[in-house]
């Protein structure tokens, strides 16, 4: 693969490219980079919402003690602290911080309230935006390891063309964005091109004296390509015998004593008379005791609870919801076995994400005809069997495959894949 060297000082004449970048990262290293699951939080953190790139939670107490207990804890896990080039207008309202291990920048906005103090981080990726290839004769407005932004007087049409070749040069592809549409209408070009799993948009516009702004913004990607799932043999889709044998609710440990409104030993429902945080706990620690590891994501925010397990390919989510006005938090707990939608065969140019979950939504190249046509084709493959209804229906093992294919928008088709009805 050719990367941004001397080639990417040829593309054009009058542009020249930046220092040669780091390899953008694939979602394993990603996944190394940080877990936010894991990952160290302050005493008394509650209401926390955590992904695979972000995690937010809240804090009692003041700003101060937050920031140092940050940065000694970032420190202690080998993380070192990113000089920002422009000072925060109001440190005792809010702080923002960077941080660097491998390459891999986390940011971190801390959010002053009257009682608490709000914590955000992100996980931005692997890529320097300012290594990244620009024009010649240009200005630099601001930049730091996610963005670099800058005014030149080449038009919006040699800045695309430029960016096009170089960033195709150092190995990106470019696909469409789904803010590209709107953009134009507001009379700005937004790109967007991608790598492994990370993704740079480039947005220009052209600002009161005529000067073209081109920034670009570089991140882990929301949606990832099937290439970064691809199994050599995918798992034939688990029945309810197999199922049970990999999880039985039915003799699995729950809290309450209350008679349960729903318990087939795959999907368990009942109510119980407690708080969604003491639920979370107990199902975050039921899980780990058996031998299940838990993945993202997880909520438990004021009266909501979401967490999911895995364990020999099986997935487990417990929802939790706790009513305001008598107390009673409602907890379902579903298997919903083997299958992983992202393992599955995907159109041109799909695009989904990195998390798995029974709902699963794809973005793809390929018309609503072609998406019909492809999986009609590949799934039979592996064993599925297309079934007569209004959508595109397959089942195995008596577990049921759906597929919504919505209309095309921004360059995309939307498909929505669904493992079961039981929602």
């Known amino acids: ?27 394993a290293e990603v996944r190394q980079a940080i877990d936010w699951l894991t990952f160290p939080k302050p005493d008394g953190a509650v209401y926390e919402e955590t992904s695979l790139l972000t995690c937010r939670y809240m ?125 134009a209408k507001e009379g700005r070009i937004e790109l967007r091109f991608v790598q492994n799993a990370m993704g740079c948009r480039v947005m220009s516009y052209l600002d009161d004296k005529k000067a073209l702004n081109v920034t670009y913004f570089t991140a882990v990607r929301s949606e990832m390509d099937p290439a970064e799932f691809t199994l050599k043999a995918v798992p034939t889709p688990a029945g309810e015998k197999e199922k049970l044998a990999a999880l039985d609710l039915k003799t699995f440990p729950r809290l309450g004593e209350l008679d349960a409104k729903v318990n087939t030993g795959t999907r368990l429902e009942y109510g119980v008379y407690t708080t969604t945080e003491k639920a979370v706990a107990f199902y975050r620690k039921a899980f780990i005791d058996k031998g299940w590891t838990q993945v993202p994501p997880l909520t438990d925010v004021f009266d909501k609870g979401e967490l999911h397990f895995e364990k020999d390919g099986f997935s487990v989510e417990v929802n939790l919801t ?57 799934l039979p493959k592996l064993g599925w069997k297309e079934k007569k209804d209004i959508f595109v229906l397959f089942e195995q093992n008596g577990v049921p495959l759906k597929f919504y294919i919505g209309t ?15 929602r």
């Open 1 to 27: 693969m050719v990367r941004f060297s001397l080639i990417g000082l040829l593309l054009c004449a009058g542009f020249t490219a930046a220092a040669e970048p780091a390899k953008p990262a694939t979602l």
């Open 59 to 183: 804090v009692p107490g003041k700003i101060d003690p937050v920031v140092e207990w940050t940065r000694k804890t970032f420190a202690a896990a080998g993380w070192a602290e990113e000089t920002r080039a422009t000072p925060d207008a109001q440190p005792d309202k809010y702080r923002s911080l960077q941080f660097v291990k491998g390459g891999f920048l986390v940011n971190q906005f801390i959010n002053a309230k009257s009682q608490s103090v709000e914590v955000n981080f992100t996980l931005v990726g692997n890529v320097d935006a300012r290594q990244l290839p620009r024009p010649d004769k240009v200005t630099a407005v601001g930049s730091d390891r996610g963005y670099q932004s800058f005014s030149t007087t080449e038009t919006a049409d040699a800045v695309t063309a430029f960016c096009r070749k170089a960033f195709a040069a150092g190995g990106w592809r470019e696909t469409p964005s789904h803010g590209a549409a709107a953009a």
């Open 322 to 378: 706790r009513n305001p006005n008598g107390g009673l938090v409602t907890c379902t707990v579903t298997n919903h076995g083997n299958v992983d939608t992202r393992h599955l065969p995907h159109p041109l140019g799909a695009e989904f994400s990195p998390l798995r979950k029974p709902v699963f939504f794809i973005q793809t190249t390929a018309t609503p005809a072609e998406v019909e046509a492809f999986y009609r084709k590949e």
């Open 408 to 422: 095309p928008r921004d360059g995309r088709t939307p498909v929505q894949v669904t493992l079961s009805d039981e």
